[in-house]
């Protein structure tokens, strides 16, 4: 019987290292957009709060220097979250850059994948048809041996 030999099995290897490799690169980028939208809610539970002490304040006795240094930690915390929205689009567009490039490492291993199925199939088939030939060809000869119709 033959040994199994797939001619692409060097591709293999290497698309199925680049599918981990992607598949890692992926999993780092969900991690890092879900840590982005976990700092946006905090900044956003910030921006309510102030939010809330600024409408408290306003009915009690008016001070303008302390109604200025909560407007001015507002706008901070605003610039803030704009800039924490920011890197959590940022973050979404890497990760979902990240699953393409996993997905097209995906299908590139999956065909090499089925390609070395066909090919085991193929042998398979090649092998039992040899193993059925030489079985064919025993029997006959133990057929020639023994047979009462000798010349």
Known sequence: MKRFRFALRPVAVLRAHREVRAREGFAHAVQAYTQTQDELAQKRAQVAGIEAALAAGRHGSF????????????????????????????????????????????????????????????HREEVAREEQAESDEFANRQAMRTSPFKP
Not at 82 to 87: I, L, P
């Open 63 to 122: 001070s303008a220097a302390e109604e200025s240094q909560a407007l001015f930690a507002y706008r901070q915390e605003c610039k803030a979250e704009a800039g924490s929205e920011q890197t959590m689009l940022t973050a979404r567009g890497v990760m979902e850059q990240r699953r393409a490039e996993y997905f097209v490492a995906h299908r590139q291993l999956e065909v090499v994948r089925r390609l070395e199925e066909k090919a085991r199939g193929r």
